[in-house]
Nanobody, 118 residues
Framework: VQLQASGGGSVQAGGSLRLSCAAS????????MGWFRQAPGKERDVVAW????????YYADSVKGRFTISRDNAKNTVYLQMNSLKAEDTAVYYC????????????WGQGTLVTVSS
């Protein structure tokens, strides 16, 4: 599985961005997909994940109510809609695939940089 993240950029605080992660391979629809982020000098943390059907999602407390994860299995793509962005959301965002649904992400995209200016 190859993952290609896109949609990062620079935005002012309060603005919005939508990240996309396109996956290759026919088994995408079976995978739990997650978004992670790594800010400068910090560890990589989970932001959100969505199960294969889209019926189950998880959000880190820091993004609840502002970010929405979704997926389109027909397009092999997972999205992260980010609203009300804050300076502390500045990070490199990565998408990842968990084939077994056991929180083990075996496949990672290359990362896309999100910069939020206050």
């Amino acid at each position: 599985v190859q993952l290609q993240a896109s949609g990062g950029g620079s935005v002012q605080a309060g603005g919005s961005l939508r990240l996309s992660c396109a996956a290759s391979g026919r088994t995408f629809s079976r995978y739990t997909m997650g978004w992670f982020r790594q800010a400068p000098g910090k560890e990589r943390d989970v932001v959100a994940w969505i199960n294969w059907s889209g019926r189950t999602t998880y959000y880190a407390d820091s993004v609840k109510g502002r970010f929405t994860i979704s997926r389109d299995n027909a397009k092999n793509t997972v999205y992260l809609q980010m609203n009300s962005l804050k300076a502390e959301d500045t990070a490199v965002y990565y998408c990842a695939a968990d084939p077994a649904g056991g929180s083990r992400y075996d496949y990672w995209g290359q990362g896309t940089l999100v910069t939020v200016s206050s």
